[in-house]
């Protein structure tokens, strides 16, 4: 088995998973204000409001595979994807609003879950 370059670079990694695993609680909460934002008007979010839901996701979707939230990650990316649908044709907006209702009560429970149920 060969040595890695850098002695630490377990322990590192291992810290800043746990650092990423501190963030989820606010992420959840930029996530659930995002979607806010986006219910607010009743009707079809204004295009400024999606956009904050797609960039929290998006950031998700783009870093927790990376600390070890794998699934986090991936059903952040298919809600984002999503949205990002919802942005550009301008419709579709209400199917998107219980998938980021699921994607927040799954993460809540467990964002590090290996299933997503």
């Known amino acids: 088995m060969a040595t890695p370059v850098d002695p630490d670079f377990r322990a590192r990694l291992a810290a800043l998973n746990d650092k990423f695993a501190a963030t989820v609680p606010v992420t959840l909460v930029k996530i659930r204000n995002a979607l806010d934002a986006c219910k607010a008007s009743g009707g079809m979010p204004s295009q400024d409001a999606l956009h904050q839901l797609h960039e929290v996701l998006h950031g998700v979707a783009g870093s927790a595979g990376t600390f070890g939230f794998a699934v986090f990650g991936q059903e952040a990316r298919r809600v984002e994807q999503m949205v990002r ?25 467990d964002a590090k879950a290996e299933t997503f149920e």
């Open 85 to 109: 649908a919802v942005l550009a044709t301008n419709t579709g907006w209400p199917p998107v609003v219980p998938e980021v209702e699921k994607l927040l009560a799954w993460a809540a429970r």
